[in-house]
């Protein structure tokens, strides 16, 4: 006899485990089935995000910025620590279990819960019914009011650099370096690319990015993205834009990256190479032909705007579906969906996505770029206010960069807010609330802001986009 649920979710990262533990909440009952698998063939829920992105990403980047600050900056403050050493063991020890806790606790929540939490493979069939094969085990028929496909994504591969594992990884091999490759190349000037390529730089690595845009962080506003660029630049960061991989060899020497720009081929040699030019959707051997479940032709599955897809009651949230592919798009997806089966009215503000780059300068922004109200033909005013005259800033020796605000010229309601600077990506909740209240420039203007922190140059940006900023000169 099949089991029965009212909900079942296939895919426990940040979008599928929120969506099973909202659901629950409701007194839905409710299965959450993943598929993940450690290289030690443990399982364990919290997808991409826990074990293997956000998370072990942001350990390592802590322990490298530690490592850089004490090397680099303590002397300035007056700090000798004698001969600086790194434990390479130890600091991907500390990674691995702040994974273990966090992935560990989603079990807990599950159960606190009531989420039946499945280790396996789901399928969907048609009539939201769901096959469950356990990693060890018999395919098992689940039967669901509703489910919701929450897979996930998987890294993309070049021809040009396939993965072995050892000299050619993703981004999860890049996570996982037992010892500092003296050259590292990164295939990809994106979110990951930079942040992988910062951690190993800090550490001592030689890095260069090969990038096949022109342009650096085409995304960002482009103030921002050439302050980011000039800082890294600082830091001997090498990026090289316009910059297309023809070919990877393997040799005794190392890995020699090949490529073309507008000056012809080059090659590099280095010991290993990141390939990070995006994540594509996980959808192989999720979707039975009959179960009604349409798929875009870059491989998405095809959602409207409450993330319901072509079939019946069949919904689908993350990074599986159009739109950025971070955590937190993916898991306020999820508790829409959970909202929605539940008979709630609600919907996600897809215009205030945060985006943050995890670097050092942090980047951070939220809303439109100056570049997009242009294109859009929309009459805006802009103000910016640099860390170099922020108290707090200049106290944590931290005070390269900016923020930058844009708002409406007409009704001064907030756009967008650009941060390259010190925790940029603490900073930016503060422009994500402002602008989620539709707030205008006027009423961060007028918002009280403690001294001295950072917060001040967001309330200066503020003020200097009416050309009232106090601590720097309005032009
Ligand atoms: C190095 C790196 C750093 C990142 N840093 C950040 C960051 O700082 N901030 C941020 O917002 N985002 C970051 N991301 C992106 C973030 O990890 C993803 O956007 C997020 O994990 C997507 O969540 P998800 O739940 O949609 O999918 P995932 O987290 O990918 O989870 C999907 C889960 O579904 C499982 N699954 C797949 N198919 C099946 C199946 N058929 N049956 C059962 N289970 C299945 C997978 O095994 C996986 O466990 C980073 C990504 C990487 C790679």
């Known amino acids: 006899m099949s089991r029965k649920f009212d909900v079942v979710v296939i895919g426990a990262g940040p979008a599928g485990y929120v969506a099973a533990i909202r659901a629950a909440q409701h007194g839905l009952s409710t299965a959450c089935i993943d598929a993940w698998q450690n290289p030690d063939g443990s399982t364990v829920f919290g997808g991409t995000c826990l074990n293997a992105g956000c998370i072990p990403s942001k350990a390592l980047l802590e322990s490298s910025e530690l490592y850089h600050r004490a090397q680099q900056e303590f002397s300035a403050h007056g700090i000798g620590v004698g001969e600086l050493a790194l434990d390479l063991a130890t600091m991907q020890a500390r990674k691995a279990s702040i994974v273990r806790d966090l992935s560990g606790g989603i079990g807990a929540l599950f159960k606190a819960n009531g989420v039946t939490g499945l280790f396996g493979h789901g399928r969907l069939l048609p009539d939201q019914k769901v096959q469950y094969t356990p990693h060890a085990g018999e395919p098992e028929l689940l039967e669901a009011e509703h489910v919701v496909l929450a897979t996930g994504s998987t890294p993309v591969e070049l021809s040009a650099a396939l ?41 001592g690595a030689e890095v260069t990015i090969v990038e096949a845009m022109d342009q650096f962080l085409f995304m960002a506003d482009a103030q921002i993205a050439r302050e980011a660029q000039r800082q890294f630049k600082k830091q001997g960061l090498d990026i090289r834009l316009g910059a297309m991989v023809r070919a990877t060899e393997i040799t005794d020497a190392g890995v020699i990256l090949k490529y073309d720009d507008e ?38 599955v095809e959602v409207d705007s409450e993330c319901r897809t072509t079939a019946l009651n069949v919904w689908a949230v993350g990074d599986v579906v159009r739109g950025p592919m971070l955590a937190h798009k993916g898991s306020e997806e999820g508790v829409m969906v959970a909202d929605l089966i539940a008979g709630d009215v609600t919907e996600v503000n897809y215009d205030v996505i945060p ?64 941060i390259c600077g010190p925790m940029a990506g603490e900073l930016i909740g503060e422009g994500v609330l402002a602008m989620e209240f539709q707030a205008s420039t006027e009423d961060l203007q007028r918002t009280i802001h403690g001294h001295p922190t950072l917060t001040e140059a967001v309330h200066e940006a503020a003020l200097a986009v009416d050309r009232r900023a106090i601590h720097a000169i309005n032009r």
């Open 163 to 203: 993965f072995d594992g050892e000299r050619i990884v993703d981004s999860q091999g890049a996570l996982e370096f037992d010892a500092v490759p003296q050259r590292l190349g990164v295939i990809g000037a994106g979110v990951i690319g930079l942040e992988l390529g910062s951690v190993w730089q800090r550490l």
């Open 263 to 300: 000056q012809g081929g080059h090659e590099i040699t280095v010991d290993k190479v990141i390939v990070a030019v995006g994540r594509r959707p996980a959808t192989g051997n999720l979707l039975d032909p009959l179960a009604g479940v349409d798929v875009s032709e870059r491989g998405f």
């Open 355 to 418: 985006s943050v780059i995890y670097t050092a300068p942090e980047i951070a922004w939220v809303g439109k770029t100056e570049e997009e109200l242009k294109k859009a033909g929309v009459a805006f005013k802009s103000g910016t206010f640099n860390f170099a005259a922020s108290g707090r800033a200049k106290a944590m020796d931290q005070d390269a960069g900016l923020v930058k605000i844009v708002a409406s010229a007409t009704t001064d309601r907030i756009l967008g807010v650009h």
